[in-house]
């Protein structure tokens, strides 16, 4: 599961409002969800809701489609924007089962308090899994939230119940190492410009604002300076390269980080959706077409989707039975391979041409009958329908 968001040009349709643009762009926008099977890549099903709805209000309303579509063993699988309190909750009242990635930057949250509690363990080489390349700890939490939760009125032991929720732990040296090298190369960028009297961008000026402090002088006359306040610094850094993942479903780490990989099925899908189809804005007048613009969006994105997971299956089969890999370079380039098949049409039927080599094996790999060259007659259904008498259709 996860959303992104589509600018627009115009303030006057009754979606299209001011929120937290995830593209940082200074237009209103509408949010577009989607979730989609991370085994077949098919999307089960979208909606689009205003520009300025978080993230963590939306999962209450895909609990609520879920239990009309009458779908069975779900994991909703999520990034940090939906890993609230409330959202826990109400995927354990309803018996869905969830893998949230949760924020680790939330001063004094549980998060952090776990991490705290195995930040030592997390440096350990007997804990570094050699599949994900990361050091990882799981811990059993028994998490108690309201059965039923009444407005206005105060939870009490008779209406709570307890479930077993496991943290996953994760941390990776080399993400850690990374943001650091960064953060350091902007604060001294900082003091290159404090050096020199030139002004800070909006970024430099808030970083400026988090670690740095006036030196102290009894000298009138001195020039006013900066010291960084590496109490500070170390805040910012304890928890990066941390990652800490929340499920009721699934016990075992390797297989939890597995399943948040599968969620860039999504993201991918939504890189499809603004960069190929070229739909990061909506030129749309009027709600009726804005509805239909983003409806078909999504099909051409669904089937993209489909694509690349056919195709990874097939990849995957071929290497457990020593078979000959299928190498394609993107959804994209299959789909322009096969789009250029000519087909050839005439009074009785048409016919397709010639097809082998790869293109014969994209075929077979994407599930689809490869088109005959023998000549088939075109259906007449107008012809057919003719056939029955009224009563009978």
């Not at 030592?120 to 939760?149: C, G, V």
Request: proline residues 3%.
């Amino acid at each position: 599961m996860d959303s992104t968001s589509i600018s627009s040009y115009s303030e006057k349709l009754p979606n299209v409002v001011r929120g937290r643009n995830k593209d940082e762009d200074n237009l209103p926008q509408i949010n577009l969800l989607m979730l989609v099977d991370s085994k077949t890549g098919l999307p089960l099903f979208y909606r689009h809701y205003d520009g300025n709805v978080p993230d963590a209000q939306t999962v209450r309303r895909v609990i609520a489609d879920n239990s009309r579509l009458k779908l069975t063993d779900v994991v909703l699988v999520s990034d940090k924007g939906y890993s609230s309190n409330k959202n826990i909750n109400d995927c354990l009242r309803n018996d869905v089962g969830l893998l949230f990635n949760m924020k680790c930057g939330v001063k004094d949250s549980l998060t952090q308090e776990v991490i705290d509690e195995e930040m030592s363990n997390l440096r350990d080489l007997n804990k570094r899994d050699w599949y994900t390349e990361a050091f990882q700890i799981t811990k059993k939490i028994e998490w108690s939230y309201e059965r039923q939760p009444v407005p206005r009125k105060r939870p009490s032991k008779n209406t709570r119940d307890v479930a077993t929720l496991y943290w996953h732990i994760y941390f990776d040296k080399q993400i850690a190492e990374k943001v650091t090298q960064g953060l350091f190369e902007r604060i001294g960028k900082i003091q290159e410009k404090l050096h020199k009297k030139e002004s800070l961008d909006e970024n430099e000026q808030t970083l400026f604002e988090e670690v740095f402090e006036k030196a102290e002088s009894t000298d009138e006359d001195t020039p006013v300076s900066y010291t960084i306040n590496n109490k500070k610094v170390d805040e910012k850094l304890r928890y990066k390269g941390y990652r800490v993942l929340v499920s009721n479903e699934i016990s075992d780490a390797r297989k939890a980080w597995c399943a948040y990989q599968e969620r860039w099925k999504v993201e991918d899908t939504f890189k499809t959706l603004k960069s190929r189809l070229g739909c990061s804005r909506n030129r749309v007048s009027d709600n009726e077409s804005l509805n239909g613009k983003i409806f078909v969006q999504f099909l051409a994105a669904s089937i993209a989707m489909v694509v690349r997971a056919r195709l990874k299956k097939y990849s995957e089969e071929c290497r457990k039975s020593d078979g000959p890999a299928l190498i394609y370079d993107s959804d994209g380039t299959v789909l322009e391979s096969l789009n250029n098949i000519m087909q050839t049409k005439f009074q009785a039927g048409y016919y397709f041409g010639e097809i082998a080599g790869k293109r014969r094996k994209l075929f077979e790999a994407l599930g689809v009958s490869v088109p005959d060259s023998e000549p088939e007659r075109e259906m007449d259904y107008d012809d057919e329908a003719d056939e029955y008498d009224d009563d009978e259709l």
